[in-house]
């Protein structure tokens, strides 16, 4: 497996899950079918398109290699199917969220590792490049962010993930298996997050500062 | 007349009616003049920033060209003065933001075009280009975009034209002309939207799968 | 002094204090601290970002000097610590986010001004380099932004505060005090419209024209 394959399959599965989630985010707003495609791919695209903005890598991904466009339609032509034929389950949303959460953080962290950045700015890029298509779904879809409801472990799940890829690949753990045990973590941490509770400390401050 | 003219001419017309616009949205909200002119120059230039950032073309058009500076500063005041001297007829940001959402997608489809990129690149190029400028605007206002607005055939409008432009392009036809066809069906179908009710196949899915 | 610190330096400040607005911002969403740690940074950094995106400046201030992200970090932990030992006075995040827009403003200008462009474009981009930090803290906390709110004299204080810096600039003065004298002009007009209810003329449109 050439070094760099990783980071590629973890794109297009984050491109999929992705678009998958616009289609169950944008199905609840009523939109037509076309704009329901739109907002999946550009879901699908925001996390990817970010990250190499940030890092001036270009052409970016989806015009370079035109098959992310592909990934991202056929996912979203499938998930609308399948939501005809039968109604999602329970949180389906939130799981193909915390998915590509995990593939798009670890990717973007390890496509920020092999361009050479320190490790707190693969951290970073790894979570922003994870956060960013969800961010733009919710947006677009006049929702309140993921990231932003308190105690969800979205970002702080992102950061712990990519923490513990980049620990265990400097302990000589193989990238794949450090890549696999960072997107295990951020899974885990979301999945317990939706469904047992799992909490951090939330800061609270005074409303006494509210001065609008 | 020069091959590249015709997107530059839409692009500035593009500008002066997202200005416009701008200053229609912006006015509803009892903001002062100078924020105002912001969010007219800022709606005006969003959607080209966005296609050059996305095709790393550098110099963007504002700076490369101050002439896209003024025509939108000068859009902007004159909608301004315009809406002083008389209240402006009903829906007319739906038709402004319609002219600017056919000149921004045939041009930024034409850019891509000539850029050597895909059909399906172009096209999506083409309609993200069309579609920033008014979703900057109307996140800046606190409006749910009209992206958004279930059967508006906004993104939808967007694709069938730039399709038709490519599609009338490849069978021959010359390119103004397969501009001006494109430009007249996002605006005939964008007006039909919004005069005639015309309306997609809208996507329903139950509410069931909402965890919030 | 080299010609290039006043804007390093006038960055590294701003950082500090958009991260502080940003902790200030977060705490009041109950999010969580590593949530908080993420908003803070995002606002942070957010202004250089957009500012060197749009200038094609690589790699990004944030990407090739690591002491953007480690001011940023510290700033959000000394104002997370702060606030648990003793609530904030009134109106600290506004305060904190006027001087943030004056640094980046000033700043912003001042890196567009010796990139060779042109007075128009340094304004623009030395508003918009100031106003983008605030805009995504409050998009990311789901308020309205700052920007919107009627007669804040948000974007008004920069474009009148960066043009006094560039005329001031061009008469002779030096840039340290040129600078100077501009973020004074912001940091006054904010606290002013802040503490005395300084006002711009509004621009009043009838609702007329309102389709939605």
């Not at 990250?51 to 370079?64: G, V």
């Not at 620990?167 to 193989?174: I, K, Q, R, V």
């Amino acid at each position: 497996v050439p070094p760099t394959s990783l980071h590629h399959a973890l794109d297009l599965l984050g491109v999929a899950v992705f678009a998958a989630s616009g289609v169950l985010a944008a199905g609840r707003k009523n939109m037509d079918l076309l704009g329901v495609a739109v907002i999946a791919m550009v879901t699908a695209l925001g996390g990817g398109t970010l990250r190499d903005l940030l890092l001036d890598h270009h052409p970016l991904a989806w015009i370079a290699d035109v098959s992310y466009l592909w990934t991202s339609l056929a996912a979203a032509v499938a998930t609308i199917v399948w939501v005809r034929v039968q109604p999602p389950p329970d949180r389906s949303l939130l799981v193909a969220d915390a998915l590509g959460l995990a593939f798009f953080a670890i990717g973007g962290t390890e496509i920020a590792e092999e361009a050479g950045q320190s490790g707190i700015v693969a951290v970073l890029m790894g979570t922003m490049t994870g956060v960013a298509g969800g961010v733009v779904r919710d947006v677009l879809c006049a929702e309140v962010p993921l990231l932003l409801r308190s105690g969800q472990l979205y970002a702080s799940a992102a950061i712990v993930g990519t923490t513990l890829y980049l620990c265990l690949e400097s302990a000589g753990a193989a990238r794949q298996a450090a890549g696999l045990a960072g997107m295990a973590a951020i899974v885990a941490l979301r999945l317990a997050a939706i469904f047992r509770g799992l909490r951090l400390p939330i800061l609270r401050l005074s409303e006494r500062d509210d001065p609008r």
